[in-house]
């Protein structure tokens, strides 16, 4: 069973940076991808970055192109998202899942596990 674990949110103001990490334990097997989701009060659970850990290929929403990075560590077994530039419409409650395979998914109902979420509040 796989288990992940968010950290790093907290209260920035526009412009300014934070680092969420995600770390995982209980895998079993390689094949994996690692997302990172948010959810906004009233709304649906967007999609914002995504990693295939056996070759790091990445991908990106449009709203977040240029502004986040996504990385993983093979050692640590964690990934990172780095969020530079941020905005006020960037706050939501980020969440760390994961789904076995190699093809990148922006739907949520494609992954199969999910961590308990960190709080991302960015002021104006």
């Known amino acids: 069973q796989v288990q992940l674990v968010e950290s790093g949110g907290g209260l920035v103001q526009a412009g300014g940076s934070l680092r969420l990490s995600c770390a995982d334990s209980g895998r079993t097997f390689s094949s994996i991808v690692m997302g990172w989701f948010r959810q906004a009060p009233g709304k649906e659970r967007e999609f914002v970055a995504a990693?295939?850990?056996?070759?790091?290929?990445?991908y990106y929403a449009d709203s977040v192109k240029g502004r986040f990075t996504i990385s993983r560590d093979n050692v640590k077994n964690t990934v990172s998202l780095q969020m530079n530039s941020l905005k006020p419409e960037d706050t939501a409650v980020y969440y760390c899942a994961a789904k076995k395979g190699t093809v990148i998914l922006r739907t949520s109902r494609g992954y199969d596990y999910w961590g308990q979420g960190t709080q991302v509040t960015v002021s104006s």
């Open positions: 990693i295939t850990w056996s070759d790091g290929r990445t």
